[in-house]
Structure formats: C-alpha cells, structure tokens
C-alpha cells in the first residue's frame, strides 16, 4: 500500500502518493501551474523557475518540490504572478524576436507562455547582450540547433544524455557565455548524435527543430518532367491526424492518402509494403542464422536509422549480429526506381521517392553508404518528418478533416497487419516471428498467438521472452530508448565472458521511447499517454487487416515471382541489403 | 608526422597518468588538474584517453573544463605576453599597448598565435606602478612602454627564440 499525503492547494484537500511533486497534486485537482523547462518525460531540473508557487509562505518550483504532510500551497496570487512574468521576461530579454519567420511559429512554448502573460515590451532590453557568435548548427542535415533561441531549459540534454545515453549535447561554459553544444563545440555531424530527433521533440522553442525540406519538395513536385512517388511510415498513420484536431492514434491513413495525391504525387505508395518485404529479408536472414548456422547469434534488427548510427558509434563489434537487411523506406526507393520504373515503363532518372517518415534520422540514413544508391540512383530523394508534411497540407490548402478516403496506388501500396505493427516498440519482433513461425514449421501462428506476446508495450524499456518454435527455444529480448541498450549489451559481454550461450537469440533495438510511434519527427507534446494512444491506432489496424503475416501479402508473393526470386536471392542481396562501418565519436 | 607523433606521445602521458585516479569516484577534477599541471593545458587527445579510462562522456568532460576559469583548452603559447591594465598602467596607456599587439599579432587578450609562439594576457597590477604601463615577457620587465616600443619586444622575442628554439 503506498503512503498517502494530505496537503492543501488553494485552500482545497488533495491526497498523494508520497513523493508526488506539488505540481503534480496540483493537477489532480485541476489546478494548471504554468510550465516551461519540465517535461513528463524527463527529470525535473527546475532551470526555469516559471512554476514557481508559494508553500508555507515561502516561493518555490513546484517541479521540483515533493509534496508533504500538512503543506499549505497558494498558486496563484498577485506576488506570484508578478514572479512569473519577470522570469518570462528575462528570458525573453535573451530571445531573438523572430517569432513571424521561426519554425517554431505557433508551436512554441515560450511564445504561448508570452502570449498568456501578456508581455508587451521587452523590459530588459539589451542589459545581458549575446557576448560571442552564435552561428546555427545544420551539419547533420536532420536537425538544426539555433543557440541563440535555446533559453537554456536543459530538456535536449536531459533527454540526449539520460535517456538516450548518447551525450551529444552538453551544457558549456558558464554564465552569460552558456550555451548548448557538443563537446570541442564540434559541430553536431562530428558529434557522437546519432540525429534520433529527441533533442527536437523536447525542445520548448526554436532552439532545435528538424532540418526543413519541405521547400525541395515543392519545387520536385512543379518541375514537370518529374514522376514524383510518396510513401508514408507505419507510425505516420496514427500521429497525422493530431495536426487536424484527431485524438491522438486517430488511423487517419486513407485521408493522408488522399491529401498526398491533392498535392500532387502521380503514385501513393506505403512504407509498410516495404515493412513486408523487410521481414521476408530479415526473417528468412534469421531462420539461416538460427536453423542453419550461418552467421552469429543474437540477430539484431536493423530498421532504426538512429540505432544503427549508435551502434556503429558505441558498439562496432556490434556489426557483425546486425541484421543486413535495409529499412522498409530504403526497400521502397530501391524497389521504386527499379521494378516499378519497368512496371510502368518510366526513365528511374525521372523518379523522385519522397518519404514520409516521423523520423529526423531518416534523413542522413537516405545518404548513409552507397547501398543507398542501389538502383543506380539515389533509391530514396528526399525523406519528411511529419511535421514537415503536416505544415505542407495546411499549406496546400487542403481539408483535411473533411477529405474522403482514398486507397493507395498498387503494387507497392498494400500491405499486411504485421507491417503496421513496425511502428512501435516490440512490433517488428511480433511480425518477424508472425514470419519466422511459418518458415521453421511449415505452419501458420496461431491467432490467438498474434499479438498478445509480453513484447509489445511502451511501459517497460527492456522486454524479453521465449518462443518455442519446432522444439526449439528461441530466446527474445526487445529494447526502447537507446539509453536500454547498455543493459542488453552487457548481457551480451558478460555471457561470451563467461563462455556461456548468448542470453537472446533475436534483438529489436528502436533508438526511441515506444518506438517510432515516439519518434523525433512526429507532431510536438508527446507523453506515454500520446504513446499508448498512437500504438493502440496501430494494434487495430493490424487487427482489422485481410492479412496479417507478411508473406501472406498478395503483392509480396508476385514481387518474388516476378522480380526478386526468393528472399535472399542476388538480386535480394544487390537491392535490398547493406553493410555496416565503424565509426569514430567524434571528427576534429 | 610531428603532430601524429605529439599526440601518440600526449595520449601515452595521460594514460599513465591517469592509473593513479582512474578507479577512484568523484575524481575527474582532480585528474584534469594533473593533465594540465603536465601539458600546460588540457589537449583533446587527453580528453579522449580520461574520457576511455575513467568510464566518463566527453560531453561531461569538456562541461567541467568549460565551467571552471582555470582550465585551458589550448597549449598557452611559448613566449608569453602579460600587458598589465590595473589602475596605473590604465591611465598610462595600457589600452594602446594592447591595440599595438593587436595590430602587430592580430592577438586580443587570452589569445595564441596560430604558430603557438606568442600569448597575450591582460593582467592586473604587478606591483611596479612607477614603470607603468608595464608589459612582461616571460618573466622579462619591460617599462614605461609606448605602442612603438611593442614592435620591438616583438622582434626581439622573435630573434631570442629563432636563436634558442629554431622557430
């Protein structure tokens, strides 16, 4: 039984769990206290001092202050709302006024908070001026950071360094010279970043925002003599929608559908065709490793851009139990430009593959290594987050909410249950056995065996269980938020240390918390509450799929009839797969 | 070559130096401080060998050594310049003596030529205001300066060194 508190908050009774911050029991009963460095997500770190209340007469963060037996709690009067406006301007003293041109426009906390408290002029104008060159950061191409927005809150490197474990950025010098960079000031590409995005799904302002390229986009689409083609992630489906005033996990996939054709893509394709054909691969890759004995056990998915690029960076030896098989957007651009460009008979030059991703590291994947290129071209043009996108239809003009739905174009547009499921933590485990389970015995999963394993959930960071498959234990582990991922792989070292079998025959690392779903491209706000929604949207797309084992996809079995033979054929093997390098944490 | 050689031999040191704090907790100061007491500074290369050994990010590494005054970043520079600017030297022109050096070595205070022979620092009295504005090279007085007599430290230096260091 957990100890309960009683503490008054405006003269009104609340009972807490202890250890309930004052800003949490606050919310309970329905008391808002501004905000501006917290974050649920993250620890608190009380930088901000824009939740300030009154307890037992004193002023303190409530962020950060647990609540106790008997407090008395005032938020709101005369002397606190006086306290908060000044922090609100002494931060904004500091603060560009760039609000009509950012791309935080609308979408910012420190401009809503402004807004709210009524902030007419800049009342410390000039007293702390800049003291050096703030020069913005877009080296990764994926993310921009712009120090001279940050207001310092810490979330970036809150969420970067403790619960991604990758220690990117970092608070530097002191203070009016404080500011957030990599270490060395590298510039971010020369950092150990692995461009998951956290940094910008976190960030209150404009100070980290995902690297624009909706403006390349428009101008592919005017340009005539292009045949443009648009696939959209598993997880986009469910996150779209929050843009147009949809509950989050809102499945809005036929209306995105149709507002991408409004804007004027000639062929609508979906990323969870190429999610099919990504568990053909890496499903028949893991039944030979597994089975057969060729090549090392674990197998560890490789689908996450950004988990890729940390493995290369903090664990190399790492490479070698990486799955070869490339993301499910690489195998729709490479399948694009070549079995499709025959298809239809159009020049692959023509071709441009835009992706619709709730990913900013799939935008340095599209460029990674030249199996990127495998069509003779490149295989993917240019990869989207959702943000971007959603900002692109209400450019467009388009209704969104009032759109009526539209199917996607064939062949590379249909696909399974087990597809959708790539969008969250666990779920391309849960499709790869869907796979794996056929191949071995011959024999379909049960139905009831689809989709209750103990894989799946945003709750804990390290999942793990067994699969008996033709007498044989498969042992499976399932990590989130690559701050789990040391765990796991310790596991691992300690094991071969002690000469003892590896721990897990088959790992599914997604670098963010719930996996894409929580993506760092997808729309702003998120919490494990959005999580949950968004993964729940994408467990009833799967429920109510024809299919839901990706070799069962109609479209699939005509793919390796007409053009690929079998999964890990040469052609396979040219298009579909890729290789892995070492890389260094930081470049002088 | 020269450089990969230093750096070879800089992460080498460190490493060695290092053996005394590497199992300790709470000890990143302390062995930063004996990096610089060392090196003069605190290079890179020796970032990278703390950050290997004591299980620390770079990240946090460089956080400290921004934090705190003490600590350099780059090799100080072999010949080095103090302009005093405390009260006396003030009002005798200390601030043309700096412009001097900016004009003749592109240096602002706490800068190193790119060459690494020559440091600036701006100081506060040294305790001889009657030769103000004062300037010290390496230990060397020099008073009552004009901003023509800079030019002259600055050759002179140049030559001592060429002699002494080939460079």
């Known amino acids: 039984m957990e100890e309960m508190i009683t503490l008054t908050i405006d003269s009104k009774e609340v009972k807490v769990p202890k250890g309930t911050s004052v800003l949490d029991a606050a919310k309970m009963i329905q008391v808002e206290i501004p905000t501006l460095c917290y974050h649920p997500d993250l620890h608190p770190s009380a930088a901000c001092g824009i939740c300030i209340v009154k307890i037992n007469g004193k002023m303190l963060r409530s962020c950060c202050t647990p609540a106790e037996e008997g407090m008395e709690v005032i938020t709101r009067d005369p002397d606190i709302i006086e306290a908060r406006r000044t922090v609100l301007k002494l931060t904004l003293s500091k603060h560009p006024n760039e609000c009509l041109t950012c791309q935080k426009n609308e979408m910012c906390e420190l401009q809503s908070l402004a807004g709210k408290f009524g902030i007419r002029a800049n009342a410390f104008d000039n007293i702390t001026p800049t003291p050096f060159e703030m020069p913005k950061d877009a080296s990764t191409k994926c993310i921009v950071l712009d120090p001279r927005k940050c207001i310092l809150c810490g979330r970036c490197v ?87 005033g949809y509950e989050p996990g809102t499945v809005t996939t036929g209306k995105i559908y149709a507002a991408l054709r409004k804007m004027g893509f000639k062929a609508i394709f979906d990323t969870n065709f190429g999610a099919d054909v990504t568990i053909m691969e890496e499903g028949s890759e893991f039944v030979e490793r597994f089975v057969n004995g060729n090549g090392v056990l674990p197998m560890i998915t490789s689908c996450c851009p950004a988990w890729v690029d940390f493995m290369e960076k903090f664990y190399p030896d790492m490479i070698p139990h990486f799955s070869t098989c490339k993301s499910p957007h690489a195998i729709v651009g490479a399948l694009t430009k070549t079995y499709y460009a025959e298809k239809i008979g159009v020049e692959p030059s023509k071709i441009k593959v835009i992706s619709i991703m709730p990913c900013t590291a799939k935008k340095f994947e599209i460029l990674r290594s030249k199996e990127m290129f495998a069509s003779g071209f490149q295989d993917v043009d240019v990869s989207l987050t959702t943000r971007e996108i959603c900002r692109m239809i209400k450019q467009a003009g388009i209704d969104f909410v009032n759109l009526q739905e539209e199917r996607a174009d064939s062949p590379l547009g249909e696909y399974t249950g087990a597809a959708t499921v790539f969008g969250f933590t666990g779920g391309v485990m849960e499709a790869a056995l869907r796979t794996v389970h056929y191949l071995v015995t011959g024999q379909e999963m049960n139905k009831e065996d689809l989709e209750v394993k103990p894989i799946l959930g945003v709750e804990k960071g390290i999942k793990e269980m067994t699969l008996n498959l033709a007498g044989k234990e498969v042992r499976i582990c399932v990590a989130h938020g690559t701050g789990n991922v040391e765990t796991v792989m310790k596991r691992l070292q300690e094991a071969k240390e002690k000469g003892e079998e590896p721990p897990y025959h088959f790992i599914e690392v997604m670098a963010c918390n719930g996996g894409c779903i929580g993506g760092g491209g997808q729309p702003l706000g998120v919490t494990d509450e959005i999580r949950k929604a968004r993964m729940a949207g994408l467990m009833s797309d799967d429920e109510f799929s024809e299919f839901r084992c990706s070799h069962q996809n109609p479209s699939i079995k005509k793919l390796y009839e007409e053009f690929l033979g079998k999964p890990l054929s040469e052609k396979s093997h040219h298009l579909l797969h890729t290789s892995y390098q070492p890389i260094p944490l930081y470049k002088r | 070559m020269a450089e990969n050689e230093s750096q070879e031999k800089i992460k080498e040191d460190t490493q060695k130096l290092l053996t005394k704090w590497k199992n300790k907790r709470g000890a990143l100061i302390m062995a930063l401080h004996d990096i610089q007491g060392l090196f003069g500074y605190v290079p890179w290369e020796a970032m990278e060998v703390t950050a290997k050994e004591m299980g620390v990010p770079m990240a946090r590494i460089y956080a400290v050594l921004t934090f705190y005054n003490y600590f350099k970043l780059k090799a100080p520079g072999k010949v080095i310049i103090s302009v005093c600017d405390g009260t006396a030297c003030h009002i005798k022109g200390a601030q043309g003596l700096l412009d001097a050096f900016y004009n003749c070595l592109g240096l602002k205070d706490g800068q190193t ?46 030559e001592k060194m060429a002699e002494t260091q080939g460079v």
């Open chain 1, 158 to 244: 809150e969420v970067c360094q403790h619960i991604q474990n990758v220690w990117a950025l970092s608070i530097l010098d002191r203070s009016v010279k404080t500011h957030i960079a990599p270490a060395g000031d590298s510039r971010l590409a020369d950092s150990p970043c692995i461009k998951c995005g956290q940094c910008t799904a976190h960030c209150p302002t404009g100070a980290l925002v995902e690297y624009d390229d909706s403006e390349r986009v428009w101008s592919m689409l005017q340009e005539k003599d292009n045949y443009c083609v648009v696939q959209i992630a598993p997880a986009v489906r469910v996150s779209m929608g929050e843009a147009f």
């Open chain 2, 113 to 158: 030529t790119e060459d690494g022979l020559f440091h600036l620092q701006v100081v506060r009295c040294l305790g001889c205001c009657g030769l103000a504005p004062v300037i010290v090279v390496n230990g060397k007085t020099y008073g009552k300066n004009t901003p023509a007599d800079v030019q002259k430290i600055i050759a002179e230096w140049r």
